[in-house]
């Protein structure tokens, strides 16, 4: 059974590199109220339910994992993901805004495998040093992670994604 956890007490256990799991995440988890918007412990969440995410311009120094969890709201506007991230077996209600972040380190991972979003995906002028997994995915919306070609915003790729099996328009434009 899943145990509510106000966000600022999930906060606070990811901080102390405990991970997260089994939980009802209520209200906002704000990674960018830390000071510079530094996380330097793993953030590890399983299994929860999460009503509000927010990485929004936070520069995450350890791995990321976020296993079969449900988000209402997710928004990584600007984040940088320097030690990799995964996102497995998750579905977001809505879309979420990858825009203007990336910055994965090699030979770290941004992975996205099996998750379903809602709504579309924006990857707006994101650079990915080290390499990129979409799998399995579906973007009911799209999303413009191949999209904007020809754009000097559109997604750069130091080293090709590995995309596989996932649905929905992956070439889209805008942001």
């Not at 984040?79 to 497995?88: C, E, M, N």
């Not at 559109?154 to 649905?167: A, H, T, W």
Request: hydrophobic content about 40%; overall charge negative.
């Amino acid at each position: 059974m899943s145990r509510r956890l106000p966000a600022e007490e999930a906060l606070a256990l990811l901080l102390q590199e405990q991970p997260v799991e089994d939980a009802t995440i209520t209200g906002e988890l704000r990674f960018y109220d830390l000071p510079d918007q530094q996380v330097g412990a793993p953030v590890i969440l399983r299994r929860c339910h999460v009503e509000s995410l927010l990485g929004t311009c936070a520069a995450f120094h350890a791995p990321v994992v976020m296993e079969d969890c449900t988000f209402e709201w997710a928004d990584f506007y600007a984040t940088y993901f320097l030690a990799g991230a995964t996102f497995a077996h998750c579905s977001f209600a809505q879309g979420v805004d990858f825009q203007c972040g990336g910055h994965n380190e090699p030979p770290t991972e941004f992975r996205l495998e099996r998750c379903r979003f809602g709504g579309f995906v924006n990857f707006f002028d994101n650079w990915f040093p080290g390499p990129v997994v979409v799998r399995d995915c579906t973007f009911e919306k799209g999303s413009n992670l191949l999209g904007n070609v020809g754009q000097p915003f559109k997604v750069l790729f130091e080293v090709p994604p590995l995309l596989e099996g996932n649905s929905g328009d992956l070439t889209l434009d805008g942001g």
